[in-house]
């Protein structure tokens, strides 16, 4: 079996081939492949899959096994992929995702794809929402990019206990089917720094659709201009909330690590 190894601003997945057929169970195979010490090492797993409804589909699995229904960086590698593999020439197309369609428009330099922008599609922000913790209350606001976010206002990032805050948060009932946990500073009018917790793989390098959960959040809040950057661990996004459409966009980077092949 053979695989591409891929990172959107350090958020890294696996991807496989799947126009002629699924692997038998993708959800062990994503536990097995991303594992960092005994596997390939990455967030997940992305297989490429043909679709009735666009030019191709994406289903990705988180490095626990859990199918996601959205990812910003993982559909921008995907873009990357299919054309870097021949598998189109096209440079703006459409890809269906559990979330729905989605449209990326491919960035080529010399005739090489160096990047991505991603039509993440119309933010839900909600109101300010109280959650318990163990130490407290603390409140935040939800956001859904076609996938669940709650954001949260921090000062101090670099001291942020995000593994025990994040998968708290995660875990709560309030959140039944879990939760993507962003905690975010605004350094400027148009530009903001976030740490990511993803539900399914713990913290992360980036998260395309996190970074356009926090944007919206922020905008929405009058923090935040309405095209801005976001700087994650792994680089930074540019994300735009159009006043046209009422869309989200993201353009970011798309690099890929390396090829390799699956020994059984």
């Known amino acids: 079996m053979e695989f591409t190894k891929m990172h959107g601003t350090g958020n890294d997945y696996i991807y496989l081939n799947c126009m002629d057929a699924m692997p038998e169970d993708p959800e062990a195979l994503s536990r ?3 594992h960092r010490h005994f ?13 009735t409804k666009g030019d191709f589909q994406m289903r990705m699995f988180n ?10 960086n993982g559909l ?27 449209t990326v428009r491919l960035r080529l330099r010399g005739g090489q794809v160096w990047g991505a922008t991603v039509d993440m599609g119309p933010p839900r922000v909600g109101a300010p929402l109280r959650v318990e913790l163990a ?27 995000l593994r025990r805050l994040g998968s708290e948060l995660e875990g709560l009932a309030r959140f039944p089917g879990g939760v ?26 980036a998260c395309g659709s996190g970074a356009c959960a926090a944007s919206a959040a922020m905008m929405a809040a009058g923090r935040l201009a309405r095209q801005a950057q976001v700087r994650l661990p792994g680089g930074e996004l540019s994300i735009q909330w159009s006043l046209s459409d009422g ?3 993201m353009t970011g980077p ?9 020994a059984d």
Request: with cysteine.
């Open 76 to 102: 921008r590698c995907l873009g990357k992929y299919v054309y870097d593999k021949g598998l189109t020439r096209r440079t703006l197309l459409r890809v269906e995702t559990l979330s729905g369609v989605r």
């Open 39 to 51: 596997g390939v090492g990455g967030d997940g797993l992305i297989c490429v899959c043909p679709s």
């Open 247 to 249: 869309h989200m966009y």
């Open 32 to 34: 097995r492949l991303s």
């Open 180 to 205: 993507n946990v962003e905690f975010v500073r605004v350094r400027r009018p148009d530009l903001l720094e976030m740490r990511v917790w993803e539900r399914g793989s713990g913290e992360t390098m």
């Open 63 to 72: 490095a626990d096994g859990s199918e996601g229904a959205m990812c910003g």
């Open 254 to 262: 798309t690099v890929t690590v390396y090829d390799g092949q699956i």
């Open 135 to 161: 130490d407290g209350p603390v409140t935040g606001v939800p956001v859904s990019m076609g996938n669940p976010h709650f954001v949260l206002q921090a000062e101090d990032l670099d001291g942020l206990e």
